[in-house]
């Protein structure tokens, strides 16, 4: 977790807003001016604390928010040779070698700015994890990793089609913001990959490989994790075996606290939703939110506040329901009833969406809304299930294999009344009206 901004054709003062505006994102600020581009950094160290980005390899000058976990791989492959323990490094010396041909092979998730011949270059990881967002005003280009960074220096004004998407479903689908004009740099590309025909005790052995090896590639020594009373966290619980664990509990029937405590790993902190627990958080979580991309999520702010106490690095088991088709109860329905679009938004699309490509394009926001909550507290949220090589052998197994959750199931070695529990999800006892409608109060959009 760190933060990027710049600034083509501006001033330093711009981007001293801009990179004040972004500085919970990490523990120190830094910056870097090139002819006329401007760079400001929030730094957290995580890989290695020795010298801030950006990393220099030939021509190329490299910034990186976020991680490349397969990075040590990379090093060994192509025989790199860093001075540092940093990714960011081994980033600048990649592209240094292979410039932008080989990208696809990045893993992990990231936002990446280079600087090279006088010209910045921005990507993303394939699932948009991490982002850059973009405004033009003249000659001016302002780059931020959060939207707060461009308004911290422009008016920037609303977007009603998208905010009235947001209203409408609580998620945006197209790749514009609730601001005119402000875009996000394009992901890696990512495909969906074609089935395969592959015994079912094969499939499971590769799962236990790819999954083991994802866990290696994540793992930080001062760690935690975000725990429900699922599958998707229960396994990286075990697998990981964190230092710490954090979850919510709740009042009312929401609660899955019995389930949590059978994955609890390590020491154990949960927080009760309980009187005032809404009021105290909401205003903060909404502040950090620039970007409407989901629901309620004054409890992702909570839990990331609390777990930044104990650790830099926390995983989630976001993407697990995408990958192993978790929400089986709805494909039977059109996908019309399931998203709830605004229709000049559907328009917008221009094509009718599968079940999949929804669900893949929604993680974007529930992933938004991790990183901000996590970035407001200056903590970093990592996600095994979302590593490239899992990802990309999960989807192409037959459906009978992973609808429900069948493979995952079957393989992660948890207790009977975890895998065969019921989905209880995340819902918060506030009702998607009233959150609308604070969030609305709260930036001034509505009275």
């Known amino acids: 977790m760190c933060g990027i901004n710049v600034v083509i054709n501006g001033t330093h003062k711009e981007i001293e807003l801009m990179t004040s505006a972004t500085s919970k994102r990490g523990v120190s ?88 011949g006088g010209r910045i270059y921005t990507f993303t990881d394939r699932y948009g994890i991490k982002q850059l967002y973009n405004y033009k005003e003249g000659n001016t280009h302002y780059i931020s990793s959060e939207v707060k960074g461009i308004l911290a220096v422009k008016d920037l004004e609303l977007d009603t089609i998208a905010l009235a998407d947001w209203e409408y479903s609580l998620g945006i689908m197209t790749d514009n913001t609730i601001y005119k004009n402000v875009y996000k740099s394009k992901t890696l590309s990512f495909q969906i990959p074609m089935k395969i025909d592959i ?59 019995d389930n949590i ?17 809404y009021n105290k958080y909401k205003d903060q979580a909404i502040n950090a939110l620039d970007d409407l991309k989901a629901g309620s999520c004054y409890t992702n702010y909570a839990i990331s506040e ?39 938004a559907l328009i917008k699309t221009k094509k009718e969406i599968s079940h999949k490509e929804y669900d893949w394009r929604f993680l974007k926001g529930i992933l938004i809304v991790e990183d901000r909550m996590a970035g407001a507290n200056t903590l970093e949220t990592r996600y095994p299930l979302l590593d490239n090589d899992l990802v990309d052998f999960c989807l192409s197994l037959p459906n009978t294999y992973i609808n429900n959750k069948r493979i995952l199931k079957d393989v992660s070695g948890l207790n009977d009344e975890v895998i065969n529990g019921k989905k209880k999800g995340f819902s918060n006892p506030i009702t998607n009206k009233e959150w609308i409608e604070e969030v609305l109060r709260v930036k001034g959009i509505i009275k």
């Open 199 to 257: 015994p079912y005790d094969e499939a499971k052995e590769i799962l236990e490989i790819k999954l083991l090896r994802s866990c290696f590639r994540n793992k930080y020594q001062e760690d935690g994790v975000f725990l429900s009373g699922g599958i998707d966290s229960g396994i990286l619980a075990k697998i990981l075996n964190p230092k710490y664990s954090f979850s919510m509990d709740y009042l009312d029937q929401r609660s899955e606290i």
């Open 306 to 344: 609390l777990a930044s106490k104990f650790c830099k690095v926390v995983y989630s088991g976001a993407g697990g329901d995408e990958i192993f088709n978790g929400y089986t109860h709805r494909y039977n329905k059109p996908i019309g009833e399931v998203i709830c679009r605004n229709k000049e």
């Open 261 to 277: 405590k059978l994955n609890s790993i390590g020491e154990h902190y949960t927080m009760i939703h309980n009187e005032g627990f």
């Open 29 to 116: 600020n830094y910056f870097y001016k090139k002819d006329n581009i401007h760079v400001g950094f929030n730094w957290l160290p995580i890989t290695d604390d020795t010298n801030p980005p950006p990393y220099t390899a030939g021509k190329y000058h490299v910034w990186l928010n976020g991680y490349i976990s397969n990075y040590k791989e990379l090093i060994d492959k192509y025989n790199l040779n860093p001075k540092s323990k940093c990714d960011t490094e081994v980033l600048a010396l990649f592209i240094d070698k292979f410039g932008f041909d080989k990208l696809q092979e990045l893993n992990g998730f990231f936002s990446v700015v280079v600087l090279v």
